[in-house]
RNA sequence: GGCCCUGUCGUCUAGGGGCCUAGGACACAGCCCUUUCACGGCUGCGACACGGGUUCGAAUCCCGUCAGGGUCACCA
C-alpha cells in the first residue's frame, strides 16, 4: 500500500503562491522561481499569492518587505492576494496566522494524528547516538506514539510541549512532482516530526501545509531544496486529510560558471572590482555599496539600479532552466504567459550568465522607443549631475539627439553616462594617449584648422551635409579621410569610441564643435 | 554517512531508439560591412561523465561506477 497524491486534487482554481521571507532584498535565484509560479497562475487565467515567511525575523519586517515587494512590481510580477492588497485568506503574513497553526494541530492530536513528546534533548541526543553505533539511520518515534488521543489530550492540557506528527509504519510516500516525475520515501526513514513547539509556535514545514490548504494552493512551486520536505508535507496533508496540491521543484540557480548554488550568504562576493566600477559609475560610493546588501549581481535591485530592462531580466530568468523550443531566445512575456509549461523546466541546475542577461537587456533595448529611452536614460543623467532635476527643453533634446544617434550602443540605461557626457560637460575629457594617437601627428593640427574653416563656412550643419563637406574636401585636397575622422572626433569628444562623428558635430552644433577643436589644438600644442 | 535529486559545447539549451557527421543562443576568435565603436552578415572553436548491458542500431532504454548538488533541527 502506499500514499500517492495523483489525481487526488480537486480545486477548481489554479492557484500558486510564492513565500518569501522580508530579508531586504529580492534575490535573482527567489524571483526565477516566484516567475515560473506566477506564469503557471496567468496561463491558467488562475491567481497568484504572495505570503510573507516572517516567523522568525527579528528585523523591521515593512522595511524589509518593501524592497521585495519593490522588486517584484519593478519586473511586473504583480500578485492577486498578498501584502498591501490582502484578499479572501487573510492575513497574509506567517506571524499573524499562528493561531491557525495552533488549532490545527489540536485537532491532528484529538484525531490521534499527532501526540505530545516529552524527550528531552539528551535522551534524543543518546537514542541518536545508538543509532549511529548500530550503524542504522535514526527514526525518532515517541514513547506517546501508542497513547490514545485521549491521553494525549489530558497529558498535552496537564503539560504543554512540543507535538510530534505520527509518521505511519511501512509506507512508500510518493509525489509526482511535475517537474522530476515520480519521486518516492519511504516512511520508515523519515522520524516523526515536530509540529509545534512547546511555546505553541509552528515549524515551518507544518505552518506550510496549514497555510496552502487554507489558501487553497494548487500548485506548490519552489525551489529543489524543498524537495526533501515533501515527504513530511505530504504526510500532513494526509493527516488532515486535505486535498493534495500539485507539487514542482524547479532546480537552483548557480553561481556563474559554478556548480555551486547562487547562495543568498555571502552575496558580497560578487561584488568584485568590475561590479564596483559599474556601480560607482551610476552614482555609488564604496561605502554605500558595503553598508547595503541588495548592491551586488545575485539581487534584482542592483539590475534595475544600473539600467537593465525589466523585461530582458524577465526574458532572461525565465529561459534559464526553460526553454520554449530549440530556438528562441527572445521570448515576450505575453507569449510566455501563453506558453510556459512546467514539463519544459530542466531537471538540472543551471548556472546564471551576465554575459548572456546583458545580451538580452540589449536585445529590448534596441527595439525600445526613443521617447522610452530618454525617460530611462534621463534619471542617470541627473543622478551623474549632467542633466538639471529639473530639465530644459534644450537638455531634453540634446539627450534625445544622443540617445538617437548612440542607437544600439545603449544595452542598458546607464550606457548613457560614456556616451553622453561628451555633450554635456563644459569641456571633453580628453583621453591623452587618444589625443596622442589621433590628433598630435604629424600634418593633423594642420589639417584640422584647414578643416575648420571649410565648418565655419557651412550654413547647413546636419551629420549629412557634414560628412559631404569632409568627403568633398579631403577629395578636392587629396587627404586622408579616415585621419581627419579621427582627429575631429577626439578632438571634440574626447573619446575615441562613440556614436558617429557627423552626429557628434551636429549635436554640439557649429559653434561648439569649432570652439572644442581650437581647445584640442591648444592642448597638443603645450 | 543515510535519504533524495542531477550529469549534452566554457555557459543557457534542443534532442526522449535510426532524422545526430548532435541543432540553436551567449561568450570567444577570424573575416566582411562601416575609415571608430556598436549593429548586421559569414566562418571557426567547442559537448553526449565513464563502464557494462538491451538492440540490426543508444546522447536517448537498463544496470553499475564516478562526479556534482540538496537535505538530514524544537531554521525557513
Not at 490521534?112 to 548500530?134: F, L, N, Q, W
Amino acid at each position: 500500500m502506499y500514499f500517492t497524491i495523483e489525481g487526488n486534487h480537486f480545486m477548481a482554481e489554479i492557484r500558486t503562491r510564492f513565500a518569501p521571507s522580508p530579508t531586504g532584498y529580492l534575490h535573482i535565484g527567489g524571483v526565477r522561481t516566484a516567475l515560473f509560479s506566477w506564469l503557471v497562475a496567468r496561463q491558467a487565467g488562475g491567481k497568484f499569492i504572495l505570503r510573507i515567511d516572517d516567523t522568525d525575523s527579528e528585523r523591521n519586517k515593512v522595511e524589509a518587505l518593501q524592497p521585495i515587494l519593490d522588486g517584484f512590481r519593478w519586473l511586473g510580477i504583480d500578485w492577486d492576494e498578498g501584502p498591501e492588497i490582502d484578499g479572501p485568506f487573510a492575513p497574509y503574513y506567517q506571524s499573524q496566522r499562528n493561531h491557525l497553526y495552533v488549532d490545527a494541530a489540536s485537532q491532528l492530536l484529538a484525531a490521534g494524528k499527532a501526540y505530545p513528546c516529552y524527550m528531552t534533548t539528551d535522551e534524543i541526543k543518546a537514542e541518536r547516538d545508538a543509532s549511529e553505533k548500530a550503524k542504522k539511520p535514526y527514526v525518532h518515534r515517541g514513547k506517546h506514539r501508542q497513547s490514545t488521543p485521549d491521553d494525549c489530550l489530558k497529558l498535552y492540557n496537564e503539560k504543554k510541549t512540543a507535538i510530534r506528527l505520527k509518521v505511519p509504519d511501512d509506507e512508500l510516500i510518493k509525489i509526482n512532482d511535475l517537474i522530476r516525475g515520480d519521486v518516492e520515501w519511504q516512511s520508515n526513514l523519515i522520524g516523526d516530526p515536530i509540529i509545534l513547539r512547546p511555546d505553541g509556535r509552528a515549524l515551518y514545514n507544518f505552518a506550510t501545509v496549514i497555510d496552502d490548504v487554507g489558501m487553497q494552493i494548487s500548485h506548490v512551486i519552489r525551489a529543489a531544496e524543498h524537495l526533501s520536505n515533501t515527504p513530511v508535507q505530504v504526510l500532513v496533508y494526509l493527516a488532515l486529510g486535505a486535498p493534495m496540491p500539485f507539487f514542482a521543484h524547479v532546480p537552483v540557480v548557480n553561481e556563474p560558471n559554478s556548480k555551486k548554488k547562487l547562495s543568498k550568504r555571502d552575496m558580497k562576493k560578487f561584488v568584485t572590482s568590475d561590479v564596483l566600477k559599474k556601480l560607482n559609475a551610476v552614482g555609488w560610493t564604496n561605502e554605500q555599496i558595503e553598508i547595503r546588501d541588495d548592491l551586488n549581481p545575485a539581487t534584482v535591485s542592483f539590475y534595475k539600479e544600473l539600467g537593465y530592462l525589466p523585461e530582458g531580466l524577465v526574458n532572461y530568468l525565465a529561459r534559464l532552466g526553460w526553454s520554449l523550443d530549440d530556438h528562441s531566445e527572445i521570448i515576450l512575456l505575453k507569449e510566455m504567459v501563453a506558453k510556459f509549461s512546467l514539463d519544459r523546466v530542466n531537471n538540472a541546475p543551471a548556472s546564471f550568465d551576465p554575459d548572456k542577461l546583458f545580451w538580452v537587456a540589449g536585445e529590448y533595448m534596441k527595439v525600445l522607443p526613443l521617447d522610452k529611452k530618454v525617460d530611462g536614460a534621463l534619471p542617470f543623467m541627473q543622478k551623474a549631475g549632467f542633466i538639471n532635476s529639473v530639465p530644459s527643453p534644450v537638455e531634453l533634446e540634446t539627450l534625445r539627439k544622443v540617445i538617437d544617434a548612440t542607437g544600439d550602443r545603449l544595452k542598458i540605461f546607464s550606457d548613457i553616462l560614456p556616451y553622453g557626457a561628451p555633450f554635456f560637460k563644459a569641456d571633453p575629457d580628453y583621453d591623452l594617449k587618444s589625443l596622442a594617437k589621433r590628433v598630435a601627428k604629424e600634418g593633423v593640427p594642420e589639417l584640422l584648422k584647414t578643416f575648420s574653416v571649410s565648418l565655419h563656412a557651412l550654413s547647413d550643419f546636419s551629420a549629412a551635409s557634414i560628412e559631404t563637406t569632409l568627403k568633398d574636401f579631403c577629395l578636392a585636397g587629396n587627404h586622408n579621410t579616415g585621419m581627419l575622422i579621427h582627429a575631429l572626433r577626439v578632438s571634440t569628444t574626447g573619446i575615441e569610441v562613440g556614436p558617429g562623428v557627423f552626429d557628434c558635430l551636429y549635436i554640439l552644433g557649429k559653434e561648439e564643435s569649432l570652439r572644442r577643436i581650437n581647445l584640442a589644438l591648444d592642448l597638443i600644442a603645450k
